[in-house]
């Protein structure tokens, strides 16, 4: 096959030449060969195809082709380039369509430095044809460049991309917009310039977010120029989708406007349908029919500005723009930007709010107003809340409706210079915020819940439609927006007060509504809800109140007037009594507007109130909540009641210190000396005194398995007392450290009394902390507990401490002095003989302030004779055996031990039972003293003693 050569203009280029392999069956390789210099063909653009090897071959047809065409790409940009630089045209379409066919050429070589050069080279050159070419009428002619510069920003801004150059990318379109931002045309027509500029905006959004660079951190990027600053957001798509709906929201105004009053734009013709884009980039033409033939022609201004008002009002523009501004909204949320996200959620819910949608739009008037709450933006804060004012009422929610009407007319008048000037033309459905605007919503609210006849009328205007005799009721926090509507202060003059004795409370109230709003009556709300009274407006008729939370028959007080004048406090003193012990805090004030309105605020103290954030910065007299500067300053809305003084006595009785390992018991006893004692308890703690605790499992105690040091091991009964613990009512919990009984009740003069009986596993002092509560009275509704609270220290203490040692027997040659010193640090091991007795002494020594009983001790051995025990007996029991030793304090114990004096003698008699007769051995005798032992060994003579035989006995018995 001989394909034809890629310019039909020149023959410069050789065709390439594909010869199937059965050619050469045919043809003579001598005779290829004479044709392929008869044609001036080089080898390399004959190639042979062999069908069979197809994969094979058609790698080297492409490379071959491929190269054909970079030489021809080459070489036509090097044609048109001398052309460029000849200057052999002076005009400026022709210089651009040149710089452009090298920039598409040096694409197809993948020459990126030449394609971005020339691209820009015929961007600049494009630029100064504005205002100079005739050609094609006004309207058309910037049209069109506009539409030429719209293709060659989105080429070089690609290549710029491609190349990672995001930087030089973000530069390149702030040059771009600067060089078109300007270039509007008939300002009659802006709305052709609007779509165009969101259109800049969208596509290099949609490159961004398209575009293999990577945002990296701010500060590692290149903050452009001195001429050209860039921030942060520049660098993500968000900025950009957000300016693109920012744009096109002005188109859909200025063509809205243009509709409006133009009659040319109203009235289109069918002509306008016939026009079409032409074959030209950014020219337009109109198709007629001549005959059976279809012809194109120019069109004119009028025509095509026609034509452009009918294609725009095809486009529902509000769709495209909520669309762009909720990927602006999310991008910005992620990115932690909540200022930005929050106006792009603005600017979505105005799109919302114009399509007749006022359950999206709350959503995102929601998002918006939550942050300008928090920042205090009062100006933006008023204008939101007017469209979520009217959102409530297209959807009919008549409390929310309120709610917002009233926050509105709380904020600070924003829309006025001092001088009572507007300093903006433009507001939304709430207006401006000037002082007469917040009246008139002031009176608007308030108005619907006056007299009944006008609640009908004014509802029926609103558009709301409910009974009349429903309530409404709103609820002021701490953080509520409706907080500057009713600010309630509370200030107690005392600190602490005594049961059913007066203390004095300063209320305070605070209003920054626009007009003075006259109270029906208020009710102030306390934890305890018998100290709740009412202050009523003696100009109101007593109307009872469906929401009142103040009981029949508590405290009630009168005022001439209760209106709250704007921004200046309402400032009632009264005396309260409370009747229970403990903290006393006034919740909340509610304030009754007619028969149907009400609102309650949370109490605030004096010391912890900060101002609303929406008022905080305003330029106003502020007054203090209380005349007292002290209250103001320190004044608690809470107060402590003092417990009343208890007329029972409990008592620990503890005798002597406590001694490990015994069950020590502690007396408690209960007497009532005033009071009667119903519904008792008694609470009992243990702690230990160094704060460490009564557990502590890294030490372990040799003598007890138990895992507290100290524990309770149980309360024996109540003395005095028939109830058995069965009965109703009767509790008795018993842990370690812890301890409840119930107590019975107890008529005044009686006592009653436990044993609490505790052990010591270690010697550790405890705090032992008992506390009483009962009712004085049993059968008062809601009585209130007295307490009482004792402690006591305990100490445990080691009753013995046991020493032993080894006896050296006397010594019986020579003491030879040793020359070998043991070191210091080796061990002190004891050394007995070998085959000869050695005496252990182990001693006993009684370490507290109480005489002690030893009744038995043993000796554990290593080896296999196991455990030994001796024999307890007290010295000099002339051989009897009591079982037992008492030792006084500070007494060391020693079986049979005794102490001799100097120059004194200690006689020992023992009583002698002979078995037989004959001459018999005397008991031998070991003396061991402190420092040795030895034994004492008489004369055979002293030792032994004859027994002689009794005298037989026999009884006679007469017969």
Request: charged letters at 20%.
């Amino acid at each position: 096959m001989v394909y034809p050569p890629f310019s039909p203009f020149s023959l410069e280029y050789p065709p390439l030449i594909t010869l199937s392999q059965l050619v050469l069956e045919v043809i003579s390789e001598d005779r290829l060969l004479a044709l392929r210099k008869r044609a001036e063909l080089d080898s390399k653009y004959v190639l042979f195809l062999n069908h069979s090897e197809l994969p094979l071959s058609l790698p080297r047809i492409a490379s071959a082709f491929s190269e054909l065409a970079l030489a021809y790409y080459r070489e036509e940009a090097r044609r048109i380039k001398s052309r460029i630089e000849k200057r052999s045209s002076t005009s400026l379409d022709l210089i651009v369509r040149y710089c452009f066919k090298v920039a598409v050429y040096a694409e197809f070589r993948r020459d990126w430095g030449e394609a971005l050069k020339f691209y820009e080279d015929a961007y600049h050159s494009l630029h100064e044809m504005i205002g100079t070419s005739t050609r094609l009428p006004a309207i058309q002619r910037l049209v069109e460049i506009k539409t030429i510069a719209e293709l060659l920003h989105f080429k070089i801004s690609t290549l710029l991309l491609h190349g990672g150059k995001l930087t030089e990318a973000v530069i390149w379109f702030h040059q771009h917009k600067s060089s078109y931002d300007k270039v509007v045309g008939s300002t009659e027509y802006i709305f052709l310039h609007w779509e165009w500029m969101s259109r800049q905006f969208l596509v290099f959004a949609e490159l961004l977010e398209a575009s293999s660079a990577t945002v990296q951190s701010f500060s590692s990027l290149n903050q452009g120029t001195a001429q050209i600053p860039l921030t942060e957001f520049e660098f993500y798509p968000a900025y950009y989708y957000q300016l693109a709906a920012h744009y096109l929201q002005n188109k859909k105004s200025a063509l809205e406007l243009l509709v409006s009053m133009s009659v040319a734009a109203q009235e289109i013709d069918g002509s306008s349908e016939s026009i079409t884009p032409s074959v030209y980039v950014g020219q337009f033409s109109q198709l007629r029919e001549k005959g059976e033939a279809l012809t194109l022609h120019f069109i004119t201004d009028e025509e095509y500005i026609r034509y452009a008002i009918s294609e725009a009002k095809r486009f529902q523009d509000s769709f495209e723009i909520v669309a762009w501004l909720k990927k602006s909204y999310e991008s910005f949320t992620n990115l932690k930007s909540r200022r930005m996200a929050a106006f792009c959620a603005f600017e979505i819910a105005r799109e919302y709010f114009g399509l007749s949608d006022p359950s999206n739009a709350k959503f995102f008037f929601d998002i918006t107003v939550n942050l300008y709450r928090q920042e205090g933006w009062v100006s933006l804060l008023w204008e939101v809340l007017g469209y979520l004012r009217e959102c409530s009422r297209n959807l009919g929610a008549f409390k929310d409706f309120v709610e917002l009407s009233l926050e509105m007319v709380a904020l600070p008048v924003t829309s006025c210079d001092d001088f009572g000037n507007l300093r903006d033309k433009t507001y939304g459905p709430g207006g401006p915020a000037t002082v007469s605007r917040r009246e008139s919503i002031h009176r608007e609210v308030f108005t619907l819940f006056c007299r009944e006849t006008e609640l009908i009328s004014s509802t029926e205007e609103s558009g709301f439609k409910f009974a009349i005799d429903s309530p409404l009721h709103l609820e002021i926090d701490l953080v509520s927006p409706l907080r500057p509507v009713l600010l309630a202060s509370v200030a107690f003059h005392e600190q602490m007060i005594k049961p059913r004795s007066l203390c004095s409370i300063t209320l305070s109230l605070l209003s920054h509504l626009p007009l003075p709003v006259e109270i029906d009556h208020l009710e102030v709300q306390f934890n305890q809800s018998t100290c709740n009274f009412v202050v009523r407006n003696s100009q109101k008729p007593l109307v009872a109140s469906p929401s009142s939370t103040v009981q029949s028959g508590s405290q009630e007080e009168n005022e001439p007037s209760l209106v709250l004048v704007p921004n200046n406090w309402l400032r009632l003193t009264y005396a309260i009594k409370p009747e229970k012990s403990g903290k006393l805090e006034c919740l909340s004030v509610l304030a009754k507007l007619g028969t149907r309105f009400t609102i309650s605020s949370r109490a605030e103290s004096p010391a912890a109130m900060e101002d609303s954030p929406v008022w905080k910065h305003e330029n106003y007299v502020q007054s203090l909540p209380t005349k007292d500067p002290i209250l103001a300053v320190f004044g608690q809305k809470a107060t402590q009641v003092e417990e009343p003084e208890p007329q029972v006595d409990v008592s620990l009785g503890a005798s002597g210190p406590a001694l490990v390992g015994e069950n020590f018991t502690m007396p408690i006893v209960v007497t009532s000396k005033g009071h009667a004692v119903y519904s008792g308890e008694l609470k009992i703690n243990l702690v230990d005194v160094g704060g460490g605790g009564l557990f502590s499992p890294r030490e372990a105690e040799p003598f007890s398995l138990e895992s507290h040091h100290v524990e309770i091991c149980g309360i024996d009964g109540a003395e005095g007392n028939d109830e058995s613990e069965s009965e109703t009512g009767n509790i008795k919990k018993i842990q370690q450290s812890f301890g409840l009984v119930s107590v019975p009740n107890l008529k005044e003069g009686e006592s009653w009394s436990c044993k609490l009986e505790i052990k010591w596993h270690r010697a550790k002092p405890v705090m032992l902390f008992v506390s009483l509560g009962y009712l004085p009275q049993g059968s008062e509704a809601n009585a209130q507990k007295v307490h009482i609270h004792k402690s006591l220290q305990i100490e445990g203490k080691m009753p013995l401490v046991i020493n032993n040692r080894f006896m050296l027997p006397y010594r019986r040659d020579h003491l030879l002095l040793n020359r070998i010193k043991p070191a210091p640090d080796s061990e002190d091991i004891s050394s007995l003989p070998l085959n000869e007795k050695s005496v252990l002494v182990v001693s006993a020594k009684n370490c507290t302030e109480i005489a002690l009983k030893l009744m038995c001790m043993s000796i554990e051995l290593d080896d296999e004779q196991g455990k030994t025990s001796c024999l307890i007996q007290q010295g000099g029991g002339g051989g009897e055996t009591s079982g037992s030793a008492n030792l006084a304090p500070g007494e060391e114990f020693k079986s049979n031990t005794v102490s001799v004096l100097p120059k004194s003698e200690h006689v020992l008699s023992y009583k002698l039972v002979p078995l037989t007769c004959g001459q018999q051995q005397l008991p031998k005798i070991t003396l061991t003293s402190v420092r040795y032992s030895a034994e004492f060994q008489p004369s055979t003579i002293a030792s032994s003693v004859f027994v002689f035989p009794s005298a037989p006995q026999a009884n006679s018995t007469a017969k």
